[in-house]
T-cell receptor, first 113, second 108 residues
């Protein structure tokens, strides 16, 4: 089992460029999440999905879009990158059910210049 | 909305005990969690406590929950350099709400 993987690991974008971050999990988890981590602010939920074909907004959804066309994949898109989106992005997945043990990917470090 | 607060930094000497504190504003969650993030890695669930428990002990880890004061703490006994990490408390109110994280620095 690879667990949760993220592609790419690092990326530098210019303001206004677009990109897609890919998250994949091989644990047959129903739920998937995208977080951003900024110094002193912990993790903030961007969007999440409770199953294939579903998405929902988290705490900081503006400037991001997501899609969950396949159960194992959760894509995070930035249509027009801004310097404020410089961050480390983490994907996570979990089973449905009461104990929300989330399994995290290794993170993607994104810099927008 | 729900808020989870932690102090940002703790420094201890190897062999000492570490106590990481967390306060939360909502008391309806069934569980509260502690996650650990090692440098350059994602988060891993370290331990959790049921909301009807006051204490949970797991080897070197002790979790204390004071529901009246909405206070959660994580005690690490005999702290080792390998315990250096960022520790997050989290409240699963619908979706996980994380504190800001406490960076634990262990000095040899």
């Amino acid at each position: 089992n690879a667990g949760v993987t993220q592609t790419p690991k690092f990326r530098v974008l210019k303001t206004g460029q677009s990109m897609t971050l890919l998250c994949a999990q091989d644990m047959n988890h129903e739920y998937m999440y995208w977080y951003r981590q900024d110094p002193g602010m912990g993790l903030r939920l961007i969007h999440y999905s409770v199953g294939e074909g579903t998405t929902a907004k988290g705490e900081v959804p503006d400037g991001y879009n997501v899609s969950r066309l396949k159960k194992q994949n959760f894509l995070l898109g930035l249509e027009s990158a801004a310097p404020s989106q410089t961050s480390v992005y983490f994907c996570a997945s979990s089973r449905s059910g009461e104990i929300h043990e989330q399994y995290f990917g290794p993170g993607t470090r994104l810099t927008v210049t | 909305g729900e808020d989870v607060e932690q102090s940002l930094f703790l420094s201890v000497r190897e062999g000492d005990s570490s106590v990481i504190n967390c306060t939360y504003t909502d008391s309806s969650s069934t569980y509260l969690y502690w996650y650990k993030q090692e440098p350059g890695a994602g988060l891993q669930l370290l331990t959790y406590i049921f909301s009807n428990m006051d204490m949970k002990q797991d080897q070197r880890l002790t979790v204390l929950l004071n529901k009246k004061d909405k206070h959660l703490s994580l005690r690490i006994a005999d702290t080792q350099t390998g315990d250096s990490a960022i520790y997050f408390c989290a409240d699963p109110l619908g979706k996980l709400i994380f504190g800001q994280g406490t960076t634990l620095q262990v000095k040899p």
